[in-house]
C-alpha cells in the first residue's frame, strides 16, 4: 500500500472495526496484526484433536450480534452465519433443577415461578428500552440521548448484583441466575457496578440471543477481515509492532491495545503524566480456560441444559459470590464458578459426528498459576455425573498462557482491565481513546464501553480519529 492513512496496530474486533470506520470513508487504512492468525479475542483452532473446533477465546456473541455497528456491515455476505440454541442460557442446581434464560421473556417468566412479574419488570423494561439507551450504555459517556430512559437503567445498573438480586427475586434460583450473568463483570458480587452486567447481558439474551457464529468465533473475525478487504483495508499478520516508529508515516495510529502493550511500543513518546495514569490502569482477575473433545454430549442431570449453548455452574448466589470473593482476594477457589460453552450441541461443524466440544474458564486470581483443572471438572461432574468418562483430550490455558497469546491480557485478564466504577467509564485514563501524543489512538477493549466481542471501542476511536487527525 502507498502510504496509508490510517494505521491500525492489533486485529481484535475492536481494531478490525476502528479499520473498518475508516476504510468507510474512502480513506487508506493497514492493520498489523503480532499473531499469525486475526482476530485476537474470536479466533478458533483445532485445540485438542483434528476435527474438534475449539473457540480460542470468546464463545459466545450476544454483544457482537447485538452490536450497533456490526449489526450494519454485511457479514453475512462473507460467510457469518448465526446460531441460536433452544436456550440461551441454563444454571444447573443439585436437586437437579435449572433455571433458564430463553430468547423469549414470556417463556422465560413462564419458568420463574414467583418472580415471573418481578423479572418481566426489571429485565423486560431494559429490554423495551435498549433501541434507545444501546448507543448510551455502548459508548464513551457524554450527554445521553434519553435521559429518563437512561437514568431508569443507570438506577439498577449501578448496584451491586448482591443487592439487587435480594431486593428483587424471592427464590434463590432466580438470584443465583441473576449473579452468574453478573460474574461476567470479574468484580466481587457485593461490588457496584456488578448489576450492570447482570442487566446488559440478561437483556442481549432477549434482545439479540446469546449466540455464535457457526463454525467459531473465526467466522466472525474472516467476515470482518474480507469485508475491511473489500473497502481496501489491507492486514499484515505475523507483524508484532515493537515501536510505534517502526510503522509507516500515516495521520493516525489507532493501537487495539490495552495500557502495558501500549506502553511498550509507545511509551517514549508519552508525557511522564500521561505514562503514570497508564502505569496505574488496574488489570483485575485472571481465567483458567479448558476445552474439551468429548465422545459425546454432556450428560446433565437437569434436561434443560442439554438446550443452552451456555451453562453457568457454581450453584447458590452465595457459593458464586465466594468463589468471586475469593479469587478477587487472591485465593483460588475450591469451587469455582464455572462459564462453559458446548456450541457443538447446535453446530455440526464443530466436532466429529457424534462427538462434541466444550468451552470452559474461572475466575482466578490475577496470574495465578494454581491448576484449576480438577476442581473445575468436579463443579461440572457435581451437575453432569460421569463427565470425566467424556473426555477424548484436553486443552488447557492457565493466566500466563492466554497473556502469552495475546499481550493485552495482562495477568490472564480476559477484560483487559478492571472495570470496576472508576475504570469502566475513565477507561484506560479520563482521556479514554485521546492520547496526547498527535493522531495516536486507543481503540481496544481498555476503553469504553469495554470488555466483550462488539467492536464499539474500535468504532468510537475510529468516529474520533475521522473528526480531529483524518479531518480533510
Ligand atoms: C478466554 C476468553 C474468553 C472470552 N469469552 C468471551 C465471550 O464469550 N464473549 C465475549 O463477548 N467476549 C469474550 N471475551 C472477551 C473478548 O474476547 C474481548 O473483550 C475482545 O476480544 C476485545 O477485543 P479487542 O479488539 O479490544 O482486543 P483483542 O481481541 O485482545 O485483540 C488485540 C489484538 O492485538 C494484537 N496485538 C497485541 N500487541 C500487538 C503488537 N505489539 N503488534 C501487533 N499486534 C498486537 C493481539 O495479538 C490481538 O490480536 C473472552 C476473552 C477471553 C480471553
Redesign the pocket.
Known sequence: MNQPDAVV?????????AAIVIAQTGRKVIV????P???????SAELTLPGFVH??????????AGSPFFRTLPLESYGLEWVEPPAMLAHPFDAGTSAVIYRSIERTTAELEHDAAAYRRLVGSIVTAWPAIEMDVLGPPRLPRHPLKLAHFGLKALQSVERLARNTFVRAETRALFAGIAA?GMLPLDRRPTAAFALVLGAMAHVAGWV?PRGG?QRLTDALAAHLRSLGGEIVAR????SIDDLPRAKAVL????PR?LL??AGHRFPAWYRRKLEQYRYGLG?F?VDWALDGPIPWRAASCSLAG?VHIGGTMEEIADAERDAWSGRAPEQPFV?L?QTSLFDTTRALAGCHTA?A?CHVPHGSTADMLPRIEQQIERFAPGFRRRVLARSV?QPAD?ER?????VG?D???GVSDLAQLFARPTRHTYRTPVKGLYI?????PP??????M??YHAALLALKEALRD
Open positions: 496496530v492489533g486485529s481484535g474486533p475492536n481494531g478490525l472495526a498489523f496484526e503480532a499473531e492468525t486475526l482476530g485476537g479475542g474470536v479466533r473457540d480460542v477465546c470468546s464463545a459466545v456473541h450476544p454483544l457482537a461476567h455464535m468465533a507483524a508484532p509492532v515493537a493501537c487495539d491495545l490495552s502493550p511498550r511500543i481465567a480456560k451456555t462459564l460453552a468451552w474458564y490455558r492466554i497469546h495475546n499481550a493485552n491480557l490472564g480476559i477484560g483487559a481503540c481496544s477493549a481498555a476503553t469495554g470488555v466483550g466481542v462488539h467492536g471501542c474500535g
